[in-house]
């Protein structure tokens, strides 16, 4: 899991915990900022949606159209 990162928390209790506790919480660490970022993306994603007046053009089979729900 090491790479050009800066040192995270966990890094103190390297010689005290197993190699794979240490793992898991560098994972729930970039786990976290991940979905921070999810998050941010989404929010900018609904207000171009929201807001903005984008036209929507379509083409549809006349297949589709014909096509019952039951």
């Known amino acids: 899991m090491t790479g050009g990162r800066t040192r ?3 890094e103190e209790y390297r ?3 197993p190699s794979d506790a240490l793992d898991l919480a560098e994972l729930e660490h970039h786990a976290r ?3 921070e ?3 941010s993306h ?3 994603r609904q207000t171009v949606v929201y807001e903005g ?4 053009s379509a083409i549809i089979h006349e297949a589709a159209l014909r ?3 039951e």
């Open 8 to 10: 995270g928390w966990w």
């Open 33 to 35: 900022a991940l979905r």
């Open 37 to 39: 970022h999810r998050v």
């Open 67 to 69: 096509m019952s729900s």
């Open 42 to 44: 989404r929010l900018k």
């Open 53 to 56: 007046a984008t036209p929507l």
């Open 15 to 17: 010689e005290i915990l």
